[in-house]
Nanobody, 121 residues
Framework: QVQLIESGGGLVQAGGSLRLSCAAS????????MGWYRQAPGKQRELVAD???????NYADSAKGRFTISRDNAKNTVYLQMNSLKPEDTAVYYC???????????????WGLGTQVTVSS
């Protein structure tokens, strides 16, 4: 089994910062792409940012210039540094990872349980 454990969410005022972390653990040969998604009430889950094992990154337009995704491959951990937060960033943030559990298998996609980020105006 593979688990993704997120941390770092909370309540912050507009303009503030938060750093999210997500660690993958379990039966893992390699973690390929990892990412962060978010889902606000009444809205669909959307990509915030993702990062490959080679550190190539991709950001949603809403995150560009304010959020930075990074990873520590030795720890199978992905981070999301969020600066200049806005009330519209309020959502549950979910970690996502594409994990290779055995060399002879294809990768599988796993999700964390989510961490709440609330930005007050």
């Amino acid at each position: 089994q593979v688990q993704l454990i997120e941390s770092g969410g909370g309540l912050v005022q507009a303009g503030g910062s938060l750093r999210l972390s997500c660690a993958a653990s379990g039966s893992i040969v390699r973690v390929n792409a990892m990412g962060w998604y978010r889902q606000a009430p009444g809205k669909q889950r959307e990509l915030v940012a993702d990062i490959t094992s080679g550190d190539s990154t991709n950001y949603a337009d809403s995150a560009k210039g304010r959020f930075t995704i990074s990873r520590d491959n030795a720890k199978n951990t992905v981070y999301l540094q969020m600066n200049s937060l806005k009330p519209e960033d309020t959502a549950v943030y979910y970690c996502n990872a594409h994990v290779l559990r055995r060399w002879y298998e294809s990768t599988s996609t796993y999700w964390g349980l989510g961490t709440q980020v609330t930005v007050s105006s």
